[in-house]
């Protein structure tokens, strides 16, 4: 027995939980470990940022008993960057992990993804133009905690739409609506 992919028009295997050709999710509530990995993923970005926010936040109030006035100076607006990215980063990661671990609202999913994936780009950027920055330490420190694992994960979930209650809920009413139209129409007219 074979199942027809509403989505490409191929056929699957009927116990098929996505269509093998275009990965579309042909179960309601398929739980794969892409979203779970992805939700993990936005879990670690929100570690991260929680900890990038409270080392810049303990920097700025500090930065100017640690160097010489014009050092300080010329670190502190790099230092405020990273604060409002880190900040900005913890509260889309921290939600967007919730939302995809318990595959709640795909859209904030991917929205909250999205603007953790840009905040943490921002701080990548920012701690490679800030004075006598080092490269290694930049991805080691922000371009792998706070771009690249949101990034990973917004591509991880994003094909698995099918997985998200509130889509499935939409999907399942659609259908319902669907039938009870087609029965409507072939009731003979009064
Ligand atoms: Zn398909």
Not at 21 to 48: E, F, H, K, M, Q
Not at 152 to 178: C, M
Request: net charge positive.
């Amino acid at each position: 027995m074979v199942i027809k992919c509403p989505k490409c028009g191929r056929t699957a295997p009927d116990d098929s939980i996505y269509c093998p050709y275009c990965a579309y999710g042909l179960r309601p509530l398929a739980i794969t470990i892409r979203v779970s990995a992805g939700g993990i993923l936005a879990l670690v970005a929100a570690v991260a940022s929680l900890i990038f926010f409270t080392l810049s936040i303990r920097a700025l109030l500090e930065i100017y008993s640690w160097y010489p006035q014009i050092v300080a100076q010329s670190w502190f607006i790099y230092d405020q960057m990273l604060t409002i990215f880190a900040f900005f980063g913890l509260f889309t990661a921290l939600p967007a992990a919730v939302l995809a671990l318990s595959r709640k609202s795909y859209r904030w999913t991917m929205i909250l993804m999205t603007l953790c994936t840009l905040s943490g780009g921002g701080a990548w950027i920012t701690s490679m133009i800030i004075p006598d920055s080092k490269l290694l330490n930049s991805v080691l420190y922000y371009f792998l905690p706070v771009f690249l694992t949101p990034l990973v994960g917004t591509v991880l979930i994003s094909p698995r739409k099918a997985e998200f209650k509130q889509y499935t809920k939409r999907h399942q009413k659609n259908e319902r609506d669907k039938e009870k139209n087609e029965s409507k129409t072939q009731q003979p007219a009064s």
